[in-house]
């Protein structure tokens, strides 16, 4: 059974930084495109970084520049480095599993990590 477990969330500063922490069991994750979304109070979950299985990296408009995602196959983990966080940034930061880029995630949706930052 395939399992995701987000870690490494906080309360912040404006203009401080964060770093996530994803891991997966049940599966390998070297096969998948791995993502990070966000779920802010009142809104939809969006997606805000990509990695291929090659370590292509595709980032929302929003994260650009301040976020950065990487993986490490061997421990099953995907990282989210946040930095410059704005107080726009807080939501709950989940990770998952895609097939491809562009198509819908296909895994379990995990508790989640909050990620809090302050004015």
């Known amino acids: 059974q395939v399992q995701l477990v987000e870690s490494g969330g906080g309360l912040v500063q404006s203009g401080g930084s964060l770093r996530l922490s994803c891991a997966a069991s049940?599966?390998?994750?070297?096969?998948?495109?791995m993502g990070w979304f966000r779920q802010a109070p009142g809104k939809q979950r969006e997606l805000v970084a990509s990695i291929t299985t090659t370590g292509s990296t595709i980032y929302a408009d929003s994260v650009k520049g301040r976020f950065t995602i990487s993986r490490d196959n061997a421990k099953r983990t995907v990282y989210l480095q946040m930095n410059s966080l704005k107080p726009e940034d807080t939501a709950v930061y989940y990770c998952?599993?895609?097939?491809?880029?562009?198509?819908?995630?296909?895994?379990?949706w995990g508790q989640g990590t909050q990620v809090t930052v302050s004015s």
């Open positions: 998952n599993l895609h097939l491809s880029l562009g198509r819908p995630p296909v895994g379990p």
């Open positions: 049940g599966t390998l994750i070297s096969i998948y495109v």
